[in-house]
């Protein structure tokens, strides 16, 4: 079976460096917020060329403690997208606040700016753009709509490490910027772990104290935080990922070069990148009009595609009461419908990349016969 994103083949091929720095944590007798958090932190936010990296439990936690760090909660409304894990959503309501979803841009998957207007109200507070798939979300109109209306910007990078917007990296452009160390990511721990990074300082203070029960410096609460730090193991393991970071991408760019090459004129729409703007593959997403037919197809045959994602959170049970304009997300719904995620990750050989392209090939002769 070839898998859609295989962690285990990222720790076989660093396999010797994996197992010393596991075995460094065990030595050392520390293994809550010791120095391997407090160097994975320093040098995470000197990649991303950002004074401050915090870390945290895992995603959904970096994303509720930024909008909390913000002042966001009930009452609130958090302008955000429906086509995206539903982690995004989750967050937003567990920090009280009410999500809005708009619409995505067709070819790019992420929020459509245009949208924003429409969704703005007296409540809204932050907006919530996600970097789906690897690919930026176009941040200048939704920077300026929300320097226009005194709104924060949390960017949702839990699938676009090491990805970029002009010359920024993703992550560095709003208020916060938070990410997900989940396994398949490209920067993968091999648990769960995450990360809020920032250029405000008192941002950053804010957010160190919540990662903690709300303890100042003494011990004693300040206000009600909770439990999300990031153990020592995995910080040492990112730190090994996170020096690796670059040459994954790149070989995730390879090998997105080479399905965008062999899958012309095969039914499929394929990825889009948006110019000035580097997309880093977490995902190759196309689309195809019998997506359900391609994907048991590919099945049949050992590929193991995945959907990502089929139900768009606003049509979700737990967050229908939220969406106040379902029905008005015609571009999500239809993208639900069609995409489908091929088998991305660093260590995907040329031999299983031909055979998912021949797989595919073979489906589109077979639906013309």
């Not at 898998?3 to 520390?30: M, Q, T, W």
């Not at 924003?116 to 507070?125: D, E, F, G, N």
């Not at 490209?186 to 903690?212: P, W």
């Not at 990031?230 to 730190?239: C, N, P, V």
Request: net charge negative; with cysteine; hydrophobic share 40%.
């Amino acid at each position: 079976m070839i898998l859609c994103g295989n962690p285990h083949a990222g720790y076989l091929a660093r396999k010797a460096e994996i197992d010393a720095a596991v075995r460094r944590v065990f030595e050392s007798g520390r293994y809550i917020l010791g120095e391997e958090v407090s160097s994975f932190e320093r040098e995470f936010a000197d990649y991303l060329r950002i004074p401050h990296a915090i870390a945290l439990g895992n995603g959904t936690d970096a994303l509720y403690l930024a909008l909390r760090a913000c002042g966001i909660g009930a009452g609130d409304e958090v302008i955000t997208v429906s086509h995206t894990a539903t982690a995004t959503a989750a967050a937003i309501v567990l920090s009280g606040a009410t999500p809005v979803f708009v619409d995505i841009e067709p070819h790019y998957f992420t929020l459509d700016a245009e949208q924003l207007p429409a969704a703005l109200t007296t409540k809204t507070k932050a907006i919530l753009p996600v970097h789906l798939y690897g690919q930026a979300a176009d941040m200048k109109p939704i920077l300026d709509f929300a320097h226009e209306h005194d709104l924060r910007v949390i960017e949702d990078c839990a699938q676009s490490a090491g990805g970029e917007y002009g010359e920024a990296r993703l992550s560095t452009l709003g208020d916060i910027g938070c990410f997900s160390f989940y396994p398949t990511k490209n920067l993968g721990a091999y648990g769960d772990g995450g990360m809020a990074v920032t250029r405000d300082s008192g941002l950053a203070e804010q957010l160190r104290c919540l990662r903690q029960y709300g303890w100042d410096e003494s011990g004693s609460s300040r206000e009600a935080g909770v439990n999300s730090r990031l153990d020592e193991l995995q910080a040492a393991i990112l730190r090994i990922g996170l020096s690796y970071l670059d040459v994954d991408n790149a070989q995730r760019e390879v090998l997105a070069s080479r399905y965008d090459r062999d899958l012309e004129n095969t039914g499929l729409l394929l990825p889009v990148r948006r110019l000035t703007s580097r997309h880093v593959f977490h995902l190759y997403a196309v689309r195809h009009l019998r997506r359900d037919a391609l994907l048991g197809h590919l099945r049949e045959h050992g590929v193991r595609a995945l959907v990502h994602y089929s139900v768009p959170v606003h049509l979700q049970p737990p967050y229908t009461g939220y969406a106040s304009q379902t029905g008005t997300l015609p571009e999500t719904e239809r993208v639900a419908r069609e995409v489908l995620s091929l088998p991305m990750y660093p260590q995907l050989s040329a031999v299983d990349q031909e055979r998912v392209i021949d797989t595919i090939k073979a489906f589109g002769k077979e639906s013309h016969d």
